[in-house]
């Protein structure tokens, strides 16, 4: 099955070119995100999306960090969160003491017009009291991964990238393609 | 134009009926809602949503909360925001001393299958240091209208609605109708 991957970054692209080593095309388009916490609901409808323009089989790609203590907000609208109230706030959502669980999840979905199939790979990890590190982007400052004593931002790219969320997502979607196409 | 008002609230749809005085039906269907914080552009999408499956003139509504100092947010992600952290969170979302501004603010389009008609009506007021009142709904208890000492949840019902962005909103759509329709 040919896949063209449809997001507009193209560092995501190239990340998911290099695990699924397969060939892969891009399409950058602007597709509508529904309101939802689960960024597993939010595929399903951008994969929709992407396939009414495509007109191929197509996969996109979303990932959220999701709070133990807020029910899992924000997920998949961290991006606003993050934009209105900075990584700073997000580490005040959270009163002293309490837990700061969290877990950073991405949901891949691929659509060929009659079934939708969903990937993810997840990592656990806490909210740290304060942003750390200024390597990497967006929330990786304030999640620091199990196992380890630094946040995302704290880590090189290569370092982060080895036990991403997104690269098991990609990881899990590899496997399934090399099981479906012999 | 014959307008099909697709909501799953029927004190809203009453509302509606009672300011448009003409006849209204009511469809209940659940809409996708995009991820915005301008309910203007929820609106929009959601209308293209209700229009393709009622195929009939349709119009839907959305209202957001915008805070100044956050420029904007939560807007219409207001009931994620509340159902993660409640009033009580979005009251400490700011600091003390700083700007409390907030609006509130209606949308409501109206779709024909053409034409998108957006409609709105806003109040401004301030977010309250902490919840007051248990009257009305929702974020009610942290939003004080400009001109008034109580917020909406200490005003009875009818003295919220003949002061309400959607009571604005649907004299704006009201008005509109009535000069499209002779």
């Known amino acids: 099955m040919e896949l063209i991957f449809v997001t507009s970054n193209s560092n995501k692209f190239r990340e998911a070119s290099a695990i ?7 399409r950058r388009l602007d597709l509508k995100e529904i309101q ?3 960024a597993k609901d939010v595929v399903k409808e951008k994969a929709k999306d992407a396939y009414s323009l495509v007109k191929r089989p197509v996969m996109v790609e979303d990932t959220g960090l999701y709070i133990i203590k807020l029910g899992g907000f924000p997920g998949a609208l961290i991006r606003w969160v993050r934009g209105a ?20 999840e ?8 009659r079934e939708f199939r969903v990937f993810s790979g997840r990592v656990d990890g806490t909210i ?9 982007f967006g ?12 946040t995302f931002a704290e880590m ?3 370092e982060k990238n080895a036990i991403s969320m997104r ?5 899990e979607l590899k496997e399934y393609l090399e099981g479906a196409v012999p």
Request: aromatic letters at 8%; one cysteine or more.
């Open 20 to 26: 699924l080593g397969r060939s892969l095309s891009q």
């Open 36 to 38: 939802a916490i689960d």
């Open 85 to 104: 109230i900075g990584n700073e706030g997000i580490c005040r959502l959270l009163g002293e003491g309490e837990d700061r669980s969290a877990y950073a």
């Open 106 to 113: 991405t949901a891949i979905c691929v659509y060929d017009g």
């Open 128 to 136: 740290t009291p304060s942003p750390r590190g200024s390597g990497n």
């Open 139 to 150: 929330w990786d400052p304030i999640f620091q991964p199990e196992g380890h004593d630094r």
């Open 156 to 158: 090189s790219a290569d």
């Open 167 to 171: 690269a098991k997502a990609f990881a």
